[in-house]
């Protein structure tokens, strides 16, 4: 077991945590992120990504976490390849993490910024069908369905991204929704509009998930939400794409969270109750959850952090010399 001691322990290694690192590193707390077990966080999943600022081009989502992660390393960020499993928060700074290997981490903050996983259904199938024709990721899974008839569930942007991403693998794309009209943005619902491999099925509910004989993914039992009427669709694979729930199972008990389940901050900041701990990105935003609007709330975290231990030392000293 190796302990490793920082000023600055960040949990998560999305927009948020590496952001917090950059800033950190350049304000000279020799940041570690330990990354988790999605490095680079959701946009490693996503494909095109055309709304982060400062690239005139559309540029990859894997590709931009991997240049973030660079450049945290560039200005001083050391990146670990572990899952943080208990924190322990209780004492004060210096706050204590163990990780999966077994190592412990010792920061004097810790930032969290452990984002968001993808949401689940919850009926009939669906955890028993997991890999073998449910996914919650088409740009994972997408491929394996190449000509074959795919579906996708919800309404927002992810549930059009994914659909539309389909489409460079299947021509039959349905869009499962619940209600009448998309979520998504605008200009997401035109081009779904527009493309003639995609179809829609309105004011439905998947109620089942029902394996063929050969026991993938055969079809999907639907409700429609409005008359009550149930109906099949046939599919070989079914995306859920309904949003997405914080990250939050390590800190339960720990620290406070607000009625949809994000970690509590002061407004406005991403202070939580226990002064040295900031939590920043998908874990606190429950309205904005944009990559750059993460990014936004990982620096504010290493700004935060850093007067937190200028505060912290200054008065240590003032301490010292009172004795
Ligand atoms: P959202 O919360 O925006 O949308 C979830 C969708 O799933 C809604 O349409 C919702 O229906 C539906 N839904 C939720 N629960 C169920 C259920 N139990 N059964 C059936 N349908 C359900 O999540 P997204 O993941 O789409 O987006 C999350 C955030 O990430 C948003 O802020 C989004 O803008 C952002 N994002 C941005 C992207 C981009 O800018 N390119 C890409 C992807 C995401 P209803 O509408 O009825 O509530």
Same mark, same amino acid.
Not at 110 to 121: E, F, N, R
Not at 221 to 245: K, M, N, P, Q, W
Not at 275 to 284: I, K, L, N, R, T
């Given at each position: ?54 690239? *005139? ?19 001083? &960020? ?6 943080? &499993? ?9 706050? &204590? ?26 009926? *009939? ?35 059009? /991204? /994914? ?29 779904? =509009? ?37 109906? &099949? ?5 079914? =995306? ?18 607000? *009625? ?5 901050? /002061? ?10 701990? =900031? ?11 944009? *990559? ?13 952090? /850093? ?6 030392? =200054? ?9």
């Amino acid at each position: 077991m190796t302990t490793h001691k920082t000023r600055m322990l960040i949990i998560g290694s999305g927009p948020a945590g590496l952001s917090a690192a950059i800033y950190g590193a350049r304000a000279g707390m020799e940041p570690i992120v330990v990354q988790g077990i999605q490095p680079g966080g959701q946009l490693t999943i996503t494909t095109d990504v055309e709304n982060y600022p400062g690239f *005139a081009d559309v540029i990859q989502g894997p590709w931009l976490m991997e240049q973030m992660t660079k450049q945290a390393e560039h200005v001083g &960020t050391r990146m670990v390849w572990d899952t943080i &499993t208990e924190v322990d928060l209780a004492n004060g700074s210096p706050f &204590t993490a163990k990780g999966d290997s077994g190592d412990l981490y010792v920061g004097d903050v810790v930032v969290i910024a452990t984002g968001a996983a993808a949401k689940w259904l919850g009926v *009939a199938g669906e955890a028993e069908l997991g890999g073998k024709g449910v996914s919650a990721c088409a740009t994972c899974d997408g491929f394996f369905y190449r000509g074959k008839k795919v579906a996708v569930i919800g309404g927002g942007n992810t549930a059009v /991204e /994914e659909a539309l991403y389909l489409t460079n693998h299947s021509n039959d794309v349905t869009l499962i929704h619940r209600r009448d009209s998309l979520r998504s943005e605008k200009i997401l619902q035109d081009r779904l =509009f527009a493309n003639e491999k995609i179809s829609t099925l309105w004011n439905k509910e998947v109620v089942r998930f029902v394996a063929a004989e050969n026991g993938t993914l055969g079809h999907v039992e639907l409700r429609d939400t409005v008359t009550g009427e149930t109906s &099949t669709l046939a599919v070989d694979g079914a =995306f859920v794409a309904i949003g997405h729930a914080p990250s939050t199972e390590l800190f339960a008990g720990k620290l406070e969270t607000d *009625a949809s389940g994000y970690l509590q901050v /002061e407004p406005g900041t991403p202070k939580t109750a226990i002064p040295g701990v =900031f939590a920043c990105g998908d874990v606190m935003d429950h309205t904005y959850r944009q *990559a750059v609007t993460a990014a936004g709330t990982g620096c504010m975290a290493a700004l935060d952090a /850093e007067r937190f231990l200028a505060e912290r030392d =200054f008065a240590a000293k003032v301490a010292v010399a009172v004795d």
